[in-house]
Nanobody, 121 residues
């Protein structure tokens, strides 16, 4: 599985961004997909995850109510809609593919290269 993120950029606090992650392979709908992020000087942390069917989602408390994860299995793509962005959301955002809906990054076997999100105050 190869994953390619896009959609990052520089925005102001309160703005919105939608990240996309395009996956290769014919078994995309079998994979749990997750989003993680890593801010400068900090460890990578969980953001959101979605089951293969899209029927189950999981969010970090820090983004709950502001971010929405979704997927389009016909397009082999997972999205992260980010609303009400805050300066503390600044990070490199990674998508990942795994087999269970979990916050644990070690459960995800495949990772993208990341896309930078910068939020100015």
């Amino acid at each position: 599985v190869q994953l390619v993120e896009s959609g990052g950029g520089l925005v102001q606090a309160g703005d919105s961004l939608r990240l996309s992650c395009a996956a290769s392979g014919r078994t995309f709908s079998n994979n749990v997909m997750g989003w993680f992020r890593q801010a400068p000087g900090r460890e990578r942390e969980f953001v959101a995850a979605i089951s293969g069917s899209g029927g189950s989602t999981l969010y970090a408390d820090s983004v709950k109510g502001r971010f929405t994860i979704s997927r389009d299995n016909a397009k082999n793509t997972v999205y992260l809609q980010m609303n009400g962005l805050k300066p503390e959301d600044r990070a490199v955002y990674y998508c990942a593919a795994g087999s269970i809906v979990t916050t644990t990054q070690w459960a995800y076997n495949y990772w993208g290269q990341g896309t930078q999100v910068t939020v100015s105050s």
